[in-house]
């Protein structure tokens, strides 16, 4: 059974940086793509970073790039999301989902329902 755990939400000021974690069980990387989404009140879910199941590409929404990273640990089966110089128009709970590894998208990362599997959500919240 597929399940993720997202970890590493927080409040933190504008400008600094969080790292969150996606710890995937039941299957392994390589056979999925790992995104990660936000969701902040009353807007939609909007793919913010995700990596292909090779690990070898990645794509950016464009509010950002520059900003985020996103990257895996095979050995741990966890995909990562580095954000630095946070601004509060980042606040939001974030969530990893899983889709076919089989996929990929031309620019960012798809919509939702190309998910099948999601975590719960860690909050994040950037604010002085």
């Known amino acids: 059974q597929l399940r993720l755990v997202e970890s590493g939400g927080g409040l933190v000021q504008p400008g600094g940086s969080l790292r969150l974690s996606c710890a995937a069980s039941?299957?392994?990387?390589?056979?999925?793509?790992i995104g990660w989404f936000r969701q902040a009140p009353g807007k939609e879910r909007e793919g913010v970073a995700c990596?292909?199941?090779?690990?070898?590409?990645?794509n950016y929404i464009d509010s950002v790039n520059g900003r985020f990273t996103i990257t895996r640990d095979d050995a741990k089966n966890t995909v990562y999301l580095q954000m630095n110089k946070l601004k509060p128009e980042d606040t939001a709970v974030y969530y990893c989902?899983?889709?076919?590894?089989?996929?990929?998208?031309?620019?960012?990362?798809?919509?939702?329902?190309?998910?099948?599997?999601w975590g719960q959500g860690t909050q994040v919240t950037v604010s002085s």
């Open positions: 989902g899983a889709a076919a590894g089989s996929m990929w998208f031309t620019s960012e990362c798809g919509r939702p329902n190309e998910y099948n599997s």
């Open positions: 039941g299957f392994t990387l390589d056979d999925y793509v």
């Open positions: 990596i292909s199941s090779s690990g070898r590409s990645t």
